[in-house]
């Protein structure tokens, strides 16, 4: 049985092209795109010892292993500039994933479309993603075990832009478009930016440049739940 966020990712991307999944764990999204014709070609990759030895396995479990190349190594390394269109990278911070990224600007700039689905800090994503000029496609929010997950699509681009600080840390589109769960993913936000704000307060902070910041982007989702219907 897929989950849910492999479901979304694969969703994502560009239908027909070649895809590299880094980090690609027991192969399951890889198994999937060749097993439903999504991809004619996966390249999973894995950094080493124990990782790479569970992808192996999972990928040998299915009838169309032959479509799925296995390799070792770190972040984009282990592709050639252009080899794929689509690169798949989930299941890490925001922050390794801009570092990837900033790893062989010219090397990612060859591929046509990324997925994200970053676990933390996606914000440190969106932030690298802006100041490099890659515009953000696509922003979902997937219900799994409880808890909501971002994923994020971008394409390479050479405009960069401004993002708000709440648009940085929420996602531009998800804050503008009505989606499922966007009510409840916002609410959540809007609580952890009360939390830091009164923790900031009681430690005597008000003049701080950070309160106010927090301040801001209470206010501004404030003003974006009160306008939500329902």
Known sequence: MFSRRLLALAAMIIKGGVTA?????????????????????????ELGGGPYQRLRAGVAASPCSGLIEIRRGDGLAPLVAGEAVNVVIAGLGGE??????AADYRKACSFKRFVFQPMSRAGALRREL??????????????????????LSAGPGNLPYRLTPL??????????????????YLKSCLHRYREAFCGLMQAGGDRDMAVNEYRDKIRELEAILDDSPG
């Open 96 to 101: 390794a994933m801009a570092d990837m990224l």
């Open 130 to 151: 802006s100041r490099r000029g890659w515009p953000i496609l696509e922003e979902r929010l997937i219900a799994e075990n409880g808890r909501l997950f971002v994923a």
């Open 167 to 184: 648009e940085t840390d929420v996602g531009p589109l998800l804050l503008r478009r009505e989606t499922a769960y966007r009510s409840r």
């Open 21 to 45: 999944d880094i980090g690609a764990d027991h192969g399951g999204l890889a198994r999937f795109l060749v097993e439903q014709g999504s991809a004619p070609r996966v390249i999973a990759t």
